[in-house]
């Protein structure tokens, strides 16, 4: 009973912690959205993009790859995080552009 009560306690925090964070991010990216309003020009959020990108990968909407799959160095994208990148601006400019096989 205290190992189940452990992981519940565990569980809770994590996502408290998880919910603390997408705050954080939602704050932080909130005056970048009103400058692009403000310069009538598009807003990219591509963390929120690669994010996606991972959730969609994984099995059960866990992230199934490390960040290292989309850039090497975590800074520079590879072939895969610049097709993220350009799909996501091409979306922002109204194209649609599809990245499954047809």
Do not use: M
Not at 5 to 31: C, F, G, I, M, Y
Not at 92 to 99: D, H, I, V
């Amino acid at each position: 009973l205290a190992a189940h009560q452990e992981v519940n306690a565990e569980s809770s925090a994590t996502r408290r912690n998880a919910a603390q964070v997408e705050l954080a991010a939602d704050l932080l990216k909130r005056p970048r959205i009103r400058r692009a309003e403000e310069y009538e020009i598009h807003f990219v959020d591509l963390q929120e993009v690669f994010d996606k990108y991972f959730k969609t990968r994984g099995e059960n909407g866990q992230y199934a790859h490390h960040s290292t799959f989309i850039a090497w160095d975590r800074v520079h994208p590879n072939q895969i995080g610049a097709t993220l990148i350009a799909a996501a601006f091409l979306s922002a400019c109204g194209l649609k552009l599809s990245l499954t096989e047809e």
